[in-house]
């Protein structure tokens, strides 16, 4: 069975960076074709893709938030960290992971229960 | 960037009756389109996958068609637990990038 979850502050400040990370098991990202993509939805809103990195440690961002994402993952402990610089509230959102795999690597799931960030003073 | 736009916003139907989603993209995605079901407080749940595969353990009354820039998600037959918000996602070939559409509310009537 294949499982995620996403763990981080529940409160950040304006300006600070967060980190978020995404302990997964059922899977192993060292296997050809595997992936983990972190997704974002704001309170009421649609989500956005933030971020993928893949098996050969290739990574990949959103054109819109590239220059404040990091992805990284660490394949012996099974997890896959995001940071993201200068918060914003309008950064306020329930952070998820999912799996991302296939030869087109066109899906996301599962999908990690999400961790919501509040930006706020 | 390709814009992923739901139509409609809202759809309210009762039990039994048919539902028809629509997913219109910018430019032509192929087949490589997504639905997801959220539910209130849940994350967001594969339905259907390069526009027309259904996930596993997906009920057959889900069902999706299209390709290139006009998809469309048909639930045959509506349950309760159906009623939901549905997305429509696509992945762009070369640099991989995602876009997700702005949902479509499945209501009861």
């Known amino acids: 069975q294949v499982t995620l979850r996403e763990s981080g502050p529940a409160l950040v400040k304006p300006t600070q960076t967060l980190t978020l990370t995404c302990t997964f098991s059922?899977?192993?990202?060292?296997?050809?074709?595997?992936?983990v993509s972190w997704i974002r939805q704001p309170p009421g809103k649609a989500l956005e893709w933030l971020a993928l990195?893949?098996?050969?440690?290739?990574?990949y961002y959103s054109t819109s938030l590239k220059t404040r994402l990091t992805i990284s993952k660490d394949t012996s402990k099974n997890q896959v960290v995001l940071t993201m610089t200068n918060m914003d509230p309008v950064d306020t959102a329930t952070y998820y992971c999912?799996?991302?795999?296939?030869?087109?690597?066109?899906?996301?799931?599962?999908w990690g229960q999400g961790t919501l960030v509040t930006v706020s003073s | 960037e390709i814009v992923l736009t739901q139509s409609p916003a809202t759809l309210s139907l009762s039990p039994g009756e048919r539902a028809t989603l629509s997913c219109r993209a910018s430019?032509?995605?192929?087949?490589?389109l997504a639905w997801y079901q959220q539910k209130p407080g849940q994350a967001p749940r594969l339905l259907i996958y390069?526009?027309?595969n259904r996930a596993t353990g997906i009920p057959a009354r889900f069902s999706g068609s299209g390709s290139g820039t006009d998809f469309t998600l048909t639930i045959s037959s509506l349950e309760p637990e159906d009623f939901a918000v549905y997305y429509c996602?696509?992945?762009?070939?070369?640099?991989?990038?995602?876009?997700f559409g702005q949902g479509t509310k499945l209501e009861i009537k």
């Open positions: 999912a799996r991302t795999y296939g030869p087109k690597k066109t899906r996301f799931d599962p």
């Open positions: 059922g899977f192993s990202l060292s296997t050809s074709g595997m992936c």
């Open positions: 996602q696509q992945r762009s070939n070369w640099p991989p990038a995602y876009t």
């Open positions: 990195i893949d098996w050969d440690d290739d990574k």
């Open positions: 430019q032509s995605v192929s087949s490589y």
């Open positions: 390069d526009a027309s």
